[in-house]
């Protein structure tokens, strides 16, 4: 008795529950019409419960009577901006886990949620650019690159990569405060190409013929005039050649010890510590390009913009604001600027530009680590051998 009248209960509550139900449904304003009076969420929430809580499955609801696409237009139009529209319509789609697993409906994403970021975006848009109108076109002009770089110090790093990055990409190219390299003599005289080693010999022969010369070592004594010193004369010269390692020894012995030939010693090291230099500053530029074309790949085309710069005038010498053309690089973004801007106007909706969205989600801006020491000594030797005779 007492289970047959717990069943004849559960039976009348079931039943008053589907009676609530279907009066909230068929009430004199369809559901579906209700739906398009709603101000915001907050407002459509008790319709979104008769869905489980669910926005999608409202949504689906009303796709299959012709009304899905007009459910994410009302909530663009007059849900808004602080109740963050775009999250609601993304979620309307499916949501972050339908548009990770690629369920979503694409054509109405880049309608509702993308063409409305790259509207506000600068210098980011549909077009195509050799690519087709289904593509995502980043513009950047000259110089603009160092804005993907990263502005903190620290890190084991003794740079700001931003202001590095700056100098990087500008006409001037890097700032550098040169290091005072000083390689042994021996091992520069040694490292020379045949070519330059005979040159050396021929020029130290040229320079300072017949020149009386203190080179104070044992190994001229043999040479040496009563009054101690030593002439260069060609026959002397020749003592260094052919080029073979005692020659080479010999050679840098007479440069690194005769007082008269300091300043030879001088511009072979001058020649070697621009070289070293260079190939550091060079080691600079390769990374942080480098670092840029793994991030946003190599330009897929080139033209011009309109911009406001200042522009001097020639005929008053002073600087004015005018609107100029300079060259642009085309960048195709289309993959990373959706994920971005799907993730942000889900968790921020507020379109920003391609770059403050990097920043907002405190994704990884570059800044490469770069050794301020050659990675490559033989490379620094080849250019050594390219310098030598700007100094000499």
């Known amino acids: ?4 009248l717990f069943a004849k209960y559960l039976f009348i509550v079931m039943k008053l529950f589907n009676n609530l139900h279907n009066i909230v449904l068929e009430q004199s304003t369809p559901w579906y019409e209700k739906v398009f009076q709603s101000e915001d969420h907050e407002s459509l929430w008790p319709l979104i419960k008769l869905f489980g809580g669910d926005i999608h499955e409202m949504y689906k609801a009303l796709d299959s009577m012709g009304k899905g696409e007009d459910f994410l237009i009302h909530i663009m139009k007059f849900w808004p901006y602080d109740d963050q529209p775009l999250r609601h319509i993304i979620d309307a789609l499916g949501g972050i886990r339908d548009w990770n697993n690629g369920k979503m409906d694409n054509d109405l994403l880049n309608q509702y ?3 409305p970021y790259l509207d506000d975006m600068r210098y980011i848009g549909w077009g195509d650019k050799g690519t087709g109108f289904d593509r995502i076109i980043l ?3 000259p110089g603009e690159e160092a804005e993907f770089f990263d502005d903190f110090e620290g890190g084991g790093r003794s740079y700001d990569c931003n202001e590095i990055a700056k100098q990087v990409f500008s006409e001037e190219g890097l700032e550098w405060e040169p290091f005072d390299v000083n390689e042994n003599l021996e091992d520069l005289v040694e490292g020379l190409s045949p070519e330059n080693y005979i040159k050396l010999v021929r020029h130290i022969g040229i320079e300072f013929q017949n020149e009386e010369v203190d080179a104070w070592r044992e190994e001229w004594d043999e040479v040496r005039e009563d009054n101690g010193k030593v002439i260069i004369t060609p026959s002397f010269m020749n003592g260094f050649l052919p080029d073979n390692e005692s020659s080479r020894y010999a050679l840098a012995v007479l440069i690194g010890n005769t007082p008269e030939l300091d ?3 001088g511009e072979i090291n001058n020649a070697y510590s621009r070289a070293w230099n260079d190939v550091v500053i060079n080691q600079y530029h390769t990374e942080f ?4 074309d793994e991030f946003l790949g190599k330009p897929i085309g080139e033209g011009t913009t309109s911009t406001y ?3 001097m005038n020639p005929e008053t010498g002073k600087e004015e604001w005018k609107n100029v053309k300079v060259p642009v690089k085309y960048f195709d973004v289309t993959d990373r600027a959706r994920a971005m801007i799907v993730r942000h ?3 921020v909706d507020s379109p920003e530009d391609f770059l403050s969205m990097i920043r907002e989600f405190d994704m990884n801006t570059l800044c490469p680590q770069v050794d301020e020491y050659p990675y490559d000594e033989e490379e620094v030797t080849d250019l050594f051998q390219d310098y030598l005779w700007d100094y000499l």
């Not at 008795?1 to 047959?4: D, L, R, S, T």
């Open 289 to 292: 390009q480098q670092a840029f």
């Open 1 to 4: 008795m007492g289970a047959f």
């Open 113 to 115: 949620v993308i063409d």
């Open 263 to 265: 300043g030879v010693e």
């Open 139 to 141: 513009e950047l002009m």
């Open 345 to 347: 106007a889900h968790e």
């Open 309 to 311: 710069k200042d522009v």
